[in-house]
Protein backbone atom coordinates (compact mmCIF):
# COMPACT_ATOMS: atom_id res chain seq x y z
CA UNK A 1 0.00 0.00 0.00
CA UNK A 2 2.79 2.27 1.06
CA UNK A 3 4.39 2.07 -2.42
CA UNK A 4 1.09 2.04 -4.30
CA UNK A 5 0.78 5.41 -2.58
CA UNK A 6 4.00 7.17 -3.73
CA UNK A 7 3.43 5.87 -7.44
CA UNK A 8 0.23 7.87 -6.94
CA UNK A 9 2.02 10.80 -5.71
CA UNK A 10 4.61 10.50 -8.27
CA UNK A 11 2.34 9.85 -11.22
CA UNK A 12 0.20 13.13 -10.11
CA UNK A 13 3.72 15.13 -9.17
CA UNK A 14 4.28 14.26 -13.41
CA UNK A 15 1.01 14.84 -14.54
CA UNK A 16 0.90 18.44 -12.66
CA UNK A 17 4.73 19.07 -14.04
CA UNK A 18 3.74 18.31 -17.88
CA UNK A 19 0.42 20.90 -17.00
CA UNK A 20 2.84 24.14 -17.85
CA UNK A 21 3.74 22.36 -21.36
CA UNK A 22 0.47 21.70 -22.55
CA UNK A 23 -0.50 25.48 -21.67
CA UNK A 24 2.59 26.50 -23.31
CA UNK A 25 1.43 24.33 -26.28
CA UNK A 26 -1.92 25.86 -26.87
CA UNK A 27 -1.06 29.54 -26.11
CA UNK A 28 -2.29 30.99 -29.05
CA UNK A 29 -5.67 29.84 -28.40
CA UNK A 30 -5.24 30.84 -24.54
CA UNK A 31 -4.18 34.15 -26.18
CA UNK A 32 -7.37 34.78 -27.85
CA UNK A 33 -9.64 34.03 -25.24
CA UNK A 34 -7.63 36.04 -23.20
CA UNK A 35 -8.00 39.04 -25.60
CA UNK A 36 -12.07 38.21 -25.97
CA UNK A 37 -12.02 38.56 -22.26
CA UNK A 38 -10.27 41.99 -22.40
CA UNK A 39 -12.34 43.39 -25.29
CA UNK A 40 -15.34 42.55 -23.04
CA UNK A 41 -14.21 44.30 -19.58
CA UNK A 42 -14.29 47.41 -17.89
CA UNK A 43 -11.66 49.63 -17.56
CA UNK A 44 -9.40 49.19 -15.00
CA UNK A 45 -9.87 51.37 -12.11
CA UNK A 46 -6.53 52.92 -10.23
CA UNK A 47 -5.30 54.55 -7.01
CA UNK A 48 -8.22 56.75 -5.32
CA UNK A 49 -4.86 59.31 -4.42
CA UNK A 50 -1.95 60.22 -6.79
CA UNK A 51 1.26 58.95 -5.16
CA UNK A 52 1.64 62.69 -4.99
CA UNK A 53 -1.11 63.33 -2.65
CA UNK A 54 -0.96 60.45 -0.14
CA UNK A 55 -0.65 61.69 3.18
CA UNK A 56 -1.15 58.94 6.08
CA UNK A 57 -4.29 57.97 7.40
CA UNK A 58 -5.43 58.49 10.81
CA UNK A 59 -5.01 55.56 13.08
CA UNK A 60 -9.01 55.04 13.38
CA UNK A 61 -9.18 54.43 9.53
CA UNK A 62 -6.01 52.35 9.33
CA UNK A 63 -6.83 48.42 9.84
CA UNK A 64 -4.88 46.16 11.95
CA UNK A 65 -4.17 43.87 8.63
CA UNK A 66 -3.59 45.61 5.37
CA UNK A 67 -3.63 42.63 2.65
CA UNK A 68 -1.95 44.04 -0.86
CA UNK A 69 -1.57 42.23 -4.17
CA UNK A 70 1.61 42.53 -6.18
CA UNK A 71 2.62 40.83 -9.80
CA UNK A 72 6.39 41.89 -11.47
CA UNK A 73 7.02 42.40 -15.19
CA UNK A 74 8.22 39.65 -16.95
CA UNK A 75 11.56 39.27 -17.40
CA UNK A 76 13.46 39.44 -21.27
CA UNK A 77 12.77 35.75 -22.67
CA UNK A 78 11.68 34.13 -19.49
CA UNK A 79 9.02 32.81 -21.25
CA UNK A 80 10.97 31.14 -23.81
CA UNK A 81 13.49 29.98 -21.30
CA UNK A 82 11.56 28.47 -18.51
CA UNK A 83 8.21 27.40 -20.21
CA UNK A 84 9.41 25.36 -23.67
CA UNK A 85 6.42 23.28 -25.68
CA UNK A 86 7.21 19.32 -26.03
CA UNK A 87 8.70 19.33 -29.62
CA UNK A 88 6.66 15.51 -29.68
CA UNK A 89 3.00 16.48 -28.18
CA UNK A 90 0.42 15.87 -30.01
CA UNK A 91 -0.31 19.35 -31.78
CA UNK A 92 2.60 21.56 -30.51
CA UNK A 93 2.76 24.58 -31.67
CA UNK A 94 5.96 25.31 -33.37
CA UNK A 95 5.44 29.52 -32.98
CA UNK A 96 8.19 30.73 -30.53
CA UNK A 97 6.96 30.60 -26.72
CA UNK A 98 6.23 34.54 -25.53
CA UNK A 99 4.18 36.01 -23.09
CA UNK A 100 1.06 35.45 -22.31
CA UNK A 101 -0.57 37.45 -18.57
CA UNK A 102 -1.82 34.88 -15.88
CA UNK A 103 -3.04 37.78 -14.23
CA UNK A 104 -4.80 41.29 -14.39
CA UNK A 105 -5.42 44.23 -12.23
CA UNK A 106 -8.91 45.35 -12.28
CA UNK A 107 -8.78 47.62 -9.64
CA UNK A 108 -5.73 48.92 -7.74
CA UNK A 109 -7.81 50.49 -4.89
CA UNK A 110 -9.23 48.55 -3.44
CA UNK A 111 -7.17 45.74 -5.32
CA UNK A 112 -8.64 43.27 -7.47
CA UNK A 113 -6.76 40.65 -9.27
CA UNK A 114 -8.37 38.34 -11.87
CA UNK A 115 -6.29 35.21 -12.76
CA UNK A 116 -6.64 33.38 -16.00
CA UNK A 117 -6.56 29.91 -15.44
CA UNK A 118 -6.44 27.90 -17.95
CA UNK A 119 -8.36 24.33 -18.46
CA UNK A 120 -8.94 21.72 -21.04
CA UNK A 121 -11.92 19.87 -21.77
CA UNK A 122 -12.87 17.66 -24.28
CA UNK A 123 -13.98 20.46 -27.08
CA UNK A 124 -10.77 22.50 -26.52
CA UNK A 125 -9.10 24.68 -24.16
CA UNK A 126 -11.36 26.75 -21.72
CA UNK A 127 -9.82 29.60 -19.62
CA UNK A 128 -11.66 30.85 -16.31
CA UNK A 129 -11.23 33.89 -14.59
CA UNK A 130 -11.09 33.77 -10.90
CA UNK A 131 -11.57 37.16 -8.86
CA UNK A 132 -9.64 37.99 -5.93
CA UNK A 133 -9.71 41.44 -3.47
CA UNK A 134 -6.80 42.93 -1.38
CA UNK A 135 -6.81 46.24 0.04
CA UNK A 136 -3.99 46.94 -2.53
CA UNK A 137 -3.04 45.73 -5.86
CA UNK A 138 0.01 46.64 -7.76
CA UNK A 139 0.75 45.75 -11.73
CA UNK A 140 3.79 44.87 -12.90
CA UNK A 141 4.43 49.00 -14.05
CA UNK A 142 4.59 50.46 -10.28
CA UNK A 143 7.62 51.00 -8.95
CA UNK A 144 9.30 50.01 -5.84
CA UNK A 145 9.02 53.32 -4.16
CA UNK A 146 4.84 53.87 -4.96
CA UNK A 147 4.67 50.32 -3.04
CA UNK A 148 6.40 51.72 -0.47
CA UNK A 149 4.84 54.89 -0.06
CA UNK A 150 0.81 53.31 -0.54
CA UNK A 151 2.13 50.55 2.30
CA UNK A 152 4.55 51.88 4.56
CA UNK A 153 4.41 55.53 4.67
CA UNK A 154 0.26 55.78 4.35
CA UNK A 155 -0.30 53.39 6.70
CA UNK A 156 2.11 55.11 8.90
CA UNK A 157 4.02 51.91 10.09
CA UNK A 158 7.65 53.89 10.94
CA UNK A 159 5.36 56.35 13.39
CA UNK A 160 3.34 53.53 14.85
CA UNK A 161 7.05 51.34 15.35
CA UNK A 162 8.71 54.82 17.17
CA UNK A 163 5.14 55.63 19.47
CA UNK A 164 5.71 52.37 21.25
CA UNK A 165 3.75 49.98 18.86
CA UNK A 166 4.91 46.72 16.68
CA UNK A 167 4.59 47.21 12.59
CA UNK A 168 4.68 44.06 10.59
CA UNK A 169 5.59 43.81 6.61
CA UNK A 170 4.98 40.79 5.22
CA UNK A 171 6.35 39.46 1.61
CA UNK A 172 4.21 36.10 0.76
CA UNK A 173 4.47 34.04 -2.63
CA UNK A 174 5.76 31.31 -4.72
CA UNK A 175 9.60 31.39 -5.48
CA UNK A 176 10.52 33.89 -8.27
CA UNK A 177 7.54 36.28 -7.86
CA UNK A 178 9.38 39.36 -6.61
CA UNK A 179 8.81 38.67 -2.94
CA UNK A 180 12.99 39.48 -1.81
CA UNK A 181 13.37 42.25 -4.52
CA UNK A 182 10.03 44.17 -2.81
CA UNK A 183 11.01 43.05 0.47
CA UNK A 184 14.85 44.20 -0.09
CA UNK A 185 13.72 47.29 -1.63
CA UNK A 186 11.81 48.18 1.69
CA UNK A 187 14.15 47.61 3.81
CA UNK A 188 16.53 49.92 2.32
CA UNK A 189 13.71 53.04 1.88
CA UNK A 190 12.77 51.98 5.96
CA UNK A 191 17.18 52.84 6.47
CA UNK A 192 16.50 55.76 4.26
CA UNK A 193 13.66 57.41 6.24
CA UNK A 194 13.56 55.85 9.54
CA UNK A 195 15.90 57.81 10.91
CA UNK A 196 14.72 61.59 9.95
CA UNK A 197 10.74 60.50 10.54
CA UNK A 198 12.42 59.60 13.94
CA UNK A 199 13.75 63.37 14.31
CA UNK A 200 10.32 64.32 13.24
CA UNK A 201 8.61 62.96 15.91
CA UNK A 202 11.61 63.15 18.37
CA UNK A 203 11.38 67.37 17.76
CA UNK A 204 7.60 67.28 18.71
CA UNK A 205 8.00 65.15 21.85
CA UNK A 206 10.85 67.74 23.12
CA UNK A 207 8.28 70.55 22.17
CA UNK A 208 6.05 68.79 24.22
CA UNK A 209 8.33 67.64 27.13
CA UNK A 210 9.48 71.48 27.81
CA UNK A 211 13.10 70.28 27.69
CA UNK A 212 15.91 72.84 27.76
CA UNK A 213 17.77 71.55 24.71
CA UNK A 214 20.41 74.40 24.41
CA UNK A 215 22.94 71.98 26.74
CA UNK A 216 22.17 68.37 24.83
CA UNK A 217 22.64 68.27 20.48
CA UNK A 218 20.84 65.23 20.80
CA UNK A 219 17.85 66.97 21.61
CA UNK A 220 18.62 69.75 19.56
CA UNK A 221 18.08 67.56 16.36
CA UNK A 222 15.22 65.53 18.29
CA UNK A 223 17.49 62.21 18.42
CA UNK A 224 15.66 60.89 21.52
CA UNK A 225 15.55 57.22 19.98
CA UNK A 226 17.76 54.05 20.22
CA UNK A 227 17.50 51.82 17.20
CA UNK A 228 19.02 48.15 17.92
CA UNK A 229 19.04 45.68 15.32
CA UNK A 230 19.10 41.78 15.20
CA UNK A 231 18.47 39.64 11.83
CA UNK A 232 17.15 35.72 12.18
CA UNK A 233 16.99 33.26 9.58
CA UNK A 234 14.65 30.53 9.69
CA UNK A 235 15.36 27.59 7.73
CA UNK A 236 12.89 25.11 8.04
CA UNK A 237 12.97 24.23 11.74
CA UNK A 238 16.32 25.29 12.41
CA UNK A 239 16.89 29.58 13.39
CA UNK A 240 20.36 30.88 12.92
CA UNK A 241 21.62 34.54 13.27
CA UNK A 242 22.38 36.26 9.89
CA UNK A 243 24.55 38.41 11.82
CA UNK A 244 27.13 36.18 13.31
CA UNK A 245 30.16 35.55 11.56
CA UNK A 246 31.17 31.65 10.56
CA UNK A 247 33.82 30.70 7.98
CA UNK A 248 32.32 27.11 7.42
CA UNK A 249 30.19 26.44 4.44
CA UNK A 250 28.39 23.40 3.53
CA UNK A 251 28.31 21.93 0.05
CA UNK A 252 26.07 24.37 -1.58
CA UNK A 253 28.68 27.32 -0.40
CA UNK A 254 26.16 28.61 2.23
CA UNK A 255 27.59 29.22 5.63
CA UNK A 256 27.18 27.06 8.20
CA UNK A 257 25.88 28.92 11.59
CA UNK A 258 25.30 27.51 15.21
CA UNK A 259 21.19 26.96 15.70
CA UNK A 260 19.74 29.63 17.82
CA UNK A 261 16.98 28.48 20.21
CA UNK A 262 13.23 29.92 19.94
CA UNK A 263 11.15 29.40 22.83
CA UNK A 264 9.04 31.39 25.22
CA UNK A 265 10.65 31.89 28.29
CA UNK A 266 9.58 32.18 31.81
CA UNK A 267 7.53 35.25 31.61
CA UNK A 268 6.29 34.92 28.04
CA UNK A 269 8.95 36.66 26.05
CA UNK A 270 10.00 34.81 22.81
CA UNK A 271 13.51 36.69 22.78
CA UNK A 272 16.47 34.86 20.81
CA UNK A 273 20.05 34.74 21.50
CA UNK A 274 20.81 37.32 18.65
CA UNK A 275 23.63 39.73 18.22
CA UNK A 276 21.63 43.11 18.72
CA UNK A 277 23.56 45.79 16.90
CA UNK A 278 23.10 49.34 17.71
CA UNK A 279 22.88 51.88 14.69
CA UNK A 280 22.59 55.92 14.59
CA UNK A 281 22.40 56.68 11.06
CA UNK A 282 20.83 55.33 7.58
CA UNK A 283 24.31 54.36 6.35
CA UNK A 284 25.41 52.31 9.28
CA UNK A 285 21.64 50.53 8.95
CA UNK A 286 21.63 50.13 5.52
CA UNK A 287 25.17 48.86 5.85
CA UNK A 288 24.11 46.00 8.01
CA UNK A 289 21.00 45.50 5.93
CA UNK A 290 23.41 44.59 3.50
CA UNK A 291 26.18 42.14 5.30
CA UNK A 292 23.05 40.26 6.73
CA UNK A 293 21.14 39.53 3.20
CA UNK A 294 24.64 38.43 1.94
CA UNK A 295 24.67 35.75 4.37
CA UNK A 296 20.78 34.50 3.49
CA UNK A 297 21.34 31.18 2.34
CA UNK A 298 19.69 30.19 -1.48
CA UNK A 299 19.17 27.43 -3.44
CA UNK A 300 18.54 26.42 -7.40
CA UNK A 301 15.38 25.56 -7.92
CA UNK A 302 13.01 24.81 -11.14
CA UNK A 303 11.46 28.09 -10.55
CA UNK A 304 14.29 29.88 -9.68
CA UNK A 305 18.12 29.81 -9.68
CA UNK A 306 18.64 31.88 -6.82
CA UNK A 307 15.58 31.04 -4.47
CA UNK A 308 15.60 32.34 -1.27
CA UNK A 309 14.74 29.06 1.09
CA UNK A 310 14.26 30.52 4.44
CA UNK A 311 12.26 32.97 6.27
CA UNK A 312 14.33 36.12 6.90
CA UNK A 313 13.55 38.25 9.65
CA UNK A 314 14.76 41.68 10.27
CA UNK A 315 13.59 43.60 13.60
CA UNK A 316 14.27 46.98 14.50
CA UNK A 317 13.78 47.54 17.84
CA UNK A 318 13.03 51.01 19.53
CA UNK A 319 13.39 52.88 22.91
CA UNK A 320 12.61 56.54 23.51
CA UNK A 321 15.35 57.42 25.84
CA UNK A 322 13.22 60.28 27.55
CA UNK A 323 10.67 57.19 28.67
CA UNK A 324 12.79 54.61 29.82
CA UNK A 325 9.69 52.69 31.53
CA UNK A 326 7.60 52.85 28.07
CA UNK A 327 7.24 49.78 25.91
CA UNK A 328 9.87 49.06 23.25
CA UNK A 329 8.85 49.77 19.92
CA UNK A 330 9.47 47.26 17.11
CA UNK A 331 9.42 47.25 13.13
CA UNK A 332 9.75 43.49 11.83
CA UNK A 333 10.32 42.80 8.31
CA UNK A 334 9.79 39.32 7.13
CA UNK A 335 10.75 37.96 3.88
CA UNK A 336 8.81 34.23 3.38
CA UNK A 337 10.22 31.60 2.14
CA UNK A 338 8.92 30.39 -1.06
CA UNK A 339 5.65 28.58 -1.61
CA UNK A 340 6.27 25.34 -3.42
CA UNK A 341 3.94 22.78 -4.67
CA UNK A 342 5.49 19.12 -5.80
CA UNK A 343 6.87 19.81 -9.53
CA UNK A 344 8.93 22.69 -8.29
CA UNK A 345 10.88 20.77 -5.25
CA UNK A 346 10.81 17.25 -6.83
CA UNK A 347 14.23 17.08 -7.78
CA UNK A 348 15.52 18.22 -4.62
CA UNK A 349 17.35 16.07 -2.35
CA UNK A 350 15.98 14.82 0.97
CA UNK A 351 17.17 17.76 2.85
CA UNK A 352 16.26 20.03 0.41
CA UNK A 353 12.49 18.51 0.56
CA UNK A 354 12.38 18.55 4.67
CA UNK A 355 13.13 22.29 4.23
CA UNK A 356 10.30 22.73 1.65
CA UNK A 357 8.07 21.00 4.03
CA UNK A 358 8.48 22.50 7.03
CA UNK A 359 8.89 26.15 5.39
CA UNK A 360 4.91 24.84 3.62
CA UNK A 361 3.98 24.08 7.65
CA UNK A 362 5.25 27.24 8.76
CA UNK A 363 3.10 28.84 6.26
CA UNK A 364 -0.03 27.67 6.84
CA UNK A 365 0.25 28.55 10.52
CA UNK A 366 1.14 31.53 10.12
CA UNK A 367 -2.42 31.58 7.93
CA UNK A 368 -3.99 30.72 10.23
CA UNK A 369 -2.67 33.32 12.70
CA UNK A 370 -3.05 35.89 10.78
CA UNK A 371 -7.05 35.31 9.60
CA UNK A 372 -7.66 34.89 13.54
CA UNK A 373 -6.37 38.14 13.81
CA UNK A 374 -7.72 39.73 10.81
CA UNK A 375 -10.87 38.41 12.44
CA UNK A 376 -10.89 39.99 15.58
CA UNK A 377 -11.17 43.61 14.61
CA UNK A 378 -14.38 42.28 13.43
CA UNK A 379 -15.54 40.01 15.80
CA UNK A 380 -17.00 40.86 18.88
CA UNK A 381 -16.20 37.34 20.65
CA UNK A 382 -12.98 35.86 21.27
CA UNK A 383 -11.20 34.61 18.68
CA UNK A 384 -8.15 32.37 19.43
CA UNK A 385 -4.71 33.18 17.66
CA UNK A 386 -2.78 29.70 17.53
CA UNK A 387 0.95 31.25 17.66
CA UNK A 388 2.74 28.60 19.70
CA UNK A 389 2.13 25.90 16.90
CA UNK A 390 5.24 27.34 14.86
CA UNK A 391 8.47 29.18 15.17
CA UNK A 392 7.99 31.30 12.69
CA UNK A 393 4.79 32.18 14.38
CA UNK A 394 6.30 32.49 17.88
CA UNK A 395 9.13 35.16 16.50
CA UNK A 396 5.90 37.19 15.70
CA UNK A 397 4.28 37.12 19.02
CA UNK A 398 4.30 40.72 19.47
CA UNK A 399 1.82 41.18 16.47
CA UNK A 400 -0.25 37.87 17.47
CA UNK A 401 -0.13 38.09 21.27
CA UNK A 402 -3.93 38.85 22.02
CA UNK A 403 -2.62 40.09 25.71
CA UNK A 404 -0.40 42.39 24.99
CA UNK A 405 -0.51 45.57 25.59
CA UNK A 406 1.37 47.00 22.27
CA UNK A 407 -0.73 47.97 19.23
CA UNK A 408 0.06 46.33 16.02
CA UNK A 409 -0.47 46.43 12.72
CA UNK A 410 0.36 43.47 9.65
CA UNK A 411 0.70 44.42 6.07
CA UNK A 412 0.78 41.75 3.76
CA UNK A 413 1.94 41.34 0.29
CA UNK A 414 1.45 38.34 -1.52
CA UNK A 415 3.36 38.31 -4.84
CA UNK A 416 2.06 36.19 -8.22
CA UNK A 417 3.82 35.64 -11.14
CA UNK A 418 2.58 37.37 -14.18
CA UNK A 419 2.53 34.43 -16.50
CA UNK A 420 -0.18 32.02 -17.71
CA UNK A 421 1.93 28.83 -16.68
CA UNK A 422 2.23 29.81 -13.40
CA UNK A 423 -1.54 30.72 -12.53
CA UNK A 424 -2.20 27.64 -10.81
CA UNK A 425 0.67 29.12 -8.29
CA UNK A 426 -0.80 32.33 -8.15
CA UNK A 427 -4.38 30.82 -7.44
CA UNK A 428 -3.17 29.24 -4.52
CA UNK A 429 -1.05 32.42 -3.63
CA UNK A 430 -4.10 34.78 -3.87
CA UNK A 431 -6.70 32.10 -1.82
CA UNK A 432 -4.21 32.17 0.75
CA UNK A 433 -4.34 35.97 1.13
CA UNK A 434 -7.47 37.03 0.18
CA UNK A 435 -9.16 36.02 3.29
CA UNK A 436 -6.91 38.16 5.30
CA UNK A 437 -8.81 41.02 4.00
CA UNK A 438 -11.56 42.33 6.66
CA UNK A 439 -13.37 45.11 6.53
CA UNK A 440 -12.85 47.80 9.28
CA UNK A 441 -15.48 46.73 12.46
CA UNK A 442 -19.35 48.40 12.72
CA UNK A 443 -19.90 50.62 15.37
CA UNK A 444 -21.50 48.46 18.33
CA UNK A 445 -23.99 49.27 20.68
CA UNK A 446 -22.90 50.76 23.67
CA UNK A 447 -22.08 48.49 26.45
CA UNK A 448 -23.98 48.75 29.95
CA UNK A 449 -21.59 50.46 32.40
CA UNK A 450 -19.25 48.64 34.74
CA UNK A 451 -17.03 49.86 37.05
CA UNK A 452 -14.28 47.62 36.07
CA UNK A 453 -14.75 47.61 32.55
CA UNK A 454 -13.13 51.23 30.90
CA UNK A 455 -14.86 50.59 27.66
CA UNK A 456 -18.16 50.91 29.14
CA UNK A 457 -17.24 54.48 30.49
CA UNK A 458 -18.55 57.52 29.69
CA UNK A 459 -16.68 61.25 29.28
CA UNK A 460 -17.77 62.30 33.33
CA UNK A 461 -16.88 58.78 34.39
CA UNK A 462 -13.59 58.68 32.49
CA UNK A 463 -12.87 62.45 34.18
CA UNK A 464 -13.71 61.35 37.63
CA UNK A 465 -11.71 58.27 36.85
CA UNK A 466 -8.08 60.16 35.37
CA UNK A 467 -8.57 62.81 38.38
CA UNK A 468 -9.17 60.44 41.18
CA UNK A 469 -5.84 58.15 39.22
CA UNK A 470 -3.42 61.69 39.61
CA UNK A 471 -4.81 62.42 42.87
CA UNK A 472 -3.58 59.48 44.24
CA UNK A 473 -0.20 59.79 42.05
CA UNK A 474 -0.06 63.16 43.97
CA UNK A 475 -0.29 61.66 47.01
CA UNK A 476 1.66 58.62 46.68
CA UNK A 477 4.67 61.91 45.82
CA UNK A 478 3.82 63.17 48.98
CA UNK A 479 4.45 60.26 50.85
CA UNK A 480 7.89 58.93 49.54
CA UNK A 481 9.23 62.76 49.82
CA UNK A 482 8.35 63.12 53.54
CA UNK A 483 9.80 59.66 53.79
CA UNK A 484 13.30 60.47 52.48
CA UNK A 485 13.04 63.52 54.07
CA UNK A 486 12.37 61.16 57.98
CA UNK A 487 15.01 59.10 57.08
CA UNK A 488 17.24 62.19 56.59
CA UNK A 489 16.31 63.53 59.93
CA UNK A 490 16.31 60.37 61.88
CA UNK A 491 20.02 60.22 60.36
CA UNK A 492 20.82 63.83 61.89
CA UNK A 493 19.26 62.92 65.31
CA UNK A 494 15.95 64.81 64.76
CA UNK A 495 12.47 63.62 64.45
CA UNK A 496 10.20 64.77 61.87
CA UNK A 497 6.39 65.65 62.47
CA UNK A 498 4.33 62.84 61.01
CA UNK A 499 2.22 63.59 57.77
CA UNK A 500 -0.78 64.72 58.46
CA UNK A 501 -3.57 62.04 57.51
CA UNK A 502 -6.57 64.09 55.35
CA UNK A 503 -7.50 61.90 53.02
CA UNK A 504 -9.99 64.29 51.89
CA UNK A 505 -7.52 67.38 52.16
CA UNK A 506 -7.85 68.81 48.40
CA UNK A 507 -4.48 68.01 46.28
CA UNK A 508 -2.87 69.88 43.76
CA UNK A 509 -2.45 66.93 40.57
CA UNK A 510 -0.40 69.31 38.36
CA UNK A 511 -2.26 68.72 35.32
CA UNK A 512 -5.78 69.99 33.19
CA UNK A 513 -7.81 67.06 33.20
CA UNK A 514 -10.24 68.25 30.15
CA UNK A 515 -6.94 68.61 28.10
CA UNK A 516 -6.19 65.36 28.45
CA UNK A 517 -9.97 64.06 27.89
CA UNK A 518 -11.95 67.24 26.01
CA UNK A 519 -15.48 66.86 25.55
CA UNK A 520 -16.73 63.47 23.81
CA UNK A 521 -13.70 61.44 24.58
CA UNK A 522 -13.90 58.72 26.88
CA UNK A 523 -11.47 56.01 28.48
CA UNK A 524 -12.10 53.72 25.43
CA UNK A 525 -9.92 56.49 23.11
CA UNK A 526 -7.50 57.09 25.69
CA UNK A 527 -7.01 53.34 25.83
CA UNK A 528 -6.13 53.15 21.88
CA UNK A 529 -3.61 56.13 22.05
CA UNK A 530 0.22 54.74 22.34
CA UNK A 531 2.24 55.40 25.51
CA UNK A 532 4.54 58.09 24.31
CA UNK A 533 1.20 60.08 22.41
CA UNK A 534 -0.55 60.29 26.00
CA UNK A 535 2.57 60.96 28.09
CA UNK A 536 2.85 63.85 25.28
CA UNK A 537 -0.89 64.79 26.35
CA UNK A 538 -0.30 64.98 30.04
CA UNK A 539 2.97 66.99 28.77
CA UNK A 540 0.91 69.45 27.12
CA UNK A 541 -1.85 69.91 29.49
CA UNK A 542 0.73 70.26 32.71
CA UNK A 543 -0.35 73.03 34.96
CA UNK A 544 2.76 73.49 37.15
CA UNK A 545 5.35 74.12 35.12
CA UNK A 546 6.61 77.40 36.88
CA UNK A 547 7.17 75.14 40.21
CA UNK A 548 9.90 72.82 40.66
CA UNK A 549 7.86 69.99 42.14
CA UNK A 550 7.28 67.58 40.65
CA UNK A 551 10.35 67.48 38.54
CA UNK A 552 10.06 66.49 34.57
CA UNK A 553 10.70 62.80 35.27
CA UNK A 554 8.41 62.30 38.44
CA UNK A 555 5.67 63.94 35.86
CA UNK A 556 6.43 61.48 33.33
CA UNK A 557 6.86 58.55 35.75
CA UNK A 558 3.05 59.69 37.11
CA UNK A 559 2.06 59.73 33.31
CA UNK A 560 3.38 56.16 32.47
CA UNK A 561 1.71 54.68 36.04
CA UNK A 562 -1.87 56.51 34.59
CA UNK A 563 -1.86 55.17 31.21
CA UNK A 564 -0.66 51.98 32.23
CA UNK A 565 -3.32 51.37 34.96
CA UNK A 566 -5.79 52.12 32.03
CA UNK A 567 -4.45 49.45 29.76
CA UNK A 568 -4.46 47.03 32.25
CA UNK A 569 -7.92 47.28 33.70
CA UNK A 570 -8.68 47.26 29.79
CA UNK A 571 -6.66 44.15 29.50
CA UNK A 572 -8.62 42.52 32.31
CA UNK A 573 -11.98 43.33 30.87
CA UNK A 574 -11.27 41.56 27.75
CA UNK A 575 -9.61 38.66 29.42
CA UNK A 576 -12.40 38.43 31.64
CA UNK A 577 -14.86 38.84 28.82
CA UNK A 578 -13.26 35.99 27.13
CA UNK A 579 -12.94 33.46 29.54
CA UNK A 580 -16.86 33.98 29.67
CA UNK A 581 -17.33 33.23 26.31
CA UNK A 582 -15.16 30.22 26.36
CA UNK A 583 -17.25 29.16 29.63
CA UNK A 584 -20.67 29.82 27.70
CA UNK A 585 -19.26 28.20 24.65
CA UNK A 586 -18.34 24.79 26.51
CA UNK A 587 -22.14 25.05 28.16
CA UNK A 588 -23.64 25.52 25.00
CA UNK A 589 -21.69 22.27 23.11
CA UNK A 590 -22.45 20.23 26.57
CA UNK A 591 -26.00 21.37 26.29
CA UNK A 592 -26.39 20.35 22.92
CA UNK A 593 -24.75 16.92 23.65
CA UNK A 594 -27.27 16.34 26.50
CA UNK A 595 -30.58 17.72 24.69
CA UNK A 596 -29.42 16.31 21.12
CA UNK A 597 -32.15 17.18 18.34
CA UNK A 598 -34.21 19.17 21.01
CA UNK A 599 -31.77 22.11 20.76
CA UNK A 600 -31.73 22.23 16.98
CA UNK A 601 -35.59 22.16 16.67
CA UNK A 602 -35.95 24.28 19.31
CA UNK A 603 -33.10 27.06 17.48
CA UNK A 604 -34.95 26.36 14.26
CA UNK A 605 -37.96 27.55 15.65
CA UNK A 606 -37.05 30.93 17.22
CA UNK A 607 -35.46 31.39 13.83
CA UNK A 608 -39.00 30.63 12.18
CA UNK A 609 -40.82 32.88 14.29
CA UNK A 610 -38.19 35.77 14.19
CA UNK A 611 -38.41 35.53 10.46
CA UNK A 612 -42.15 35.16 10.32
CA UNK A 613 -42.81 38.31 13.18
CA UNK A 614 -40.25 40.48 11.49
CA UNK A 615 -38.15 40.34 14.66
CA UNK A 616 -34.97 40.61 16.11
CA UNK A 617 -33.52 37.19 15.11
CA UNK A 618 -30.77 37.54 16.93
CA UNK A 619 -32.67 38.10 20.57
CA UNK A 620 -34.57 35.40 19.48
CA UNK A 621 -31.89 32.96 19.24
CA UNK A 622 -30.43 34.29 22.49
CA UNK A 623 -34.04 33.94 24.72
CA UNK A 624 -34.64 30.20 22.82
CA UNK A 625 -31.07 29.43 24.01
CA UNK A 626 -31.10 30.87 27.46
CA UNK A 627 -33.82 28.14 27.71
CA UNK A 628 -32.02 25.51 27.07
CA UNK A 629 -29.39 26.11 29.26
CA UNK A 630 -32.07 26.52 31.81
CA UNK A 631 -33.31 22.96 30.48
CA UNK A 632 -29.82 22.00 30.36
CA UNK A 633 -28.95 22.89 34.05
CA UNK A 634 -31.68 21.74 35.64
CA UNK A 635 -31.37 18.02 33.81
CA UNK A 636 -27.20 18.40 35.16
CA UNK A 637 -29.05 19.43 38.70
CA UNK A 638 -31.40 16.62 38.97
CA UNK A 639 -28.34 14.39 37.71
CA UNK A 640 -25.84 15.28 40.15
CA UNK A 641 -28.37 14.75 42.78
CA UNK A 642 -29.27 11.24 42.13
CA UNK A 643 -25.29 10.82 41.54
CA UNK A 644 -25.48 11.68 45.68
CA UNK A 645 -28.20 10.36 46.66
CA UNK A 646 -26.79 7.21 45.32
CA UNK A 647 -23.25 7.71 46.68
CA UNK A 648 -24.40 8.17 50.21
CA UNK A 649 -26.56 4.98 49.72
CA UNK A 650 -23.11 2.75 49.17
CA UNK A 651 -21.66 4.59 51.90
CA UNK A 652 -24.18 3.69 54.10
CA UNK A 653 -24.33 0.01 52.44
Known amino acids: MRYARLALQTTRGDLMATSATVITTQLPTYRALLQEWENKRAAAKGFSVPLAELEPLTKNASKDVIVAFRTRPPLPNEAAEKFRANPDAEKASTEPVEFCAGVTVASAEPGVFVAHVPGMKWNGPTLAHKTYEADLAFGPDVTNEEVFQRTVVVNDLLSLSLSGGVACILAYGQTGTGKTFTMESIEHRVARDLFNTARTVGKRFIQAHGTDNTTSPELETGDIFEFRVTFLELLGKHASDLLAVTDKVDEQGNPIRTEVAVREDAVGNVRPGLISTAVRTSEELEALINRALSHRRTTATLRNAKSSRSHALLTITIKNTLLPYAEEGQLILLDLAGSERYEDSKDHDKQRMDEARENNKSLMNLKECVRAKARMAAEQGFVHIPWRTNKLTMLLKPIFDIESRQPSKAMIIAHVSPHIQDTIHSTNTLSYAAPFLTIPPKPRESLPYDASDPR ?184 EAKEKAKTAEEEDA
Open 456 to 639: TWDHDQTIEWLTDSFTQEAKKSQVAEWTAKARAAELAGHTLDPLPDDRDAPVDIGVDILKICPPGSTAKNLGMLYTPQFVEACLVARTDTDGDKPTQDEFKRRALDVIGNLVYLILIAKTRKRMEIMNNRKKIAAAKTLLGPVWDETMDKAAKAARAGDGNRIAAFAFARDGLLAQYRAIKAEQ
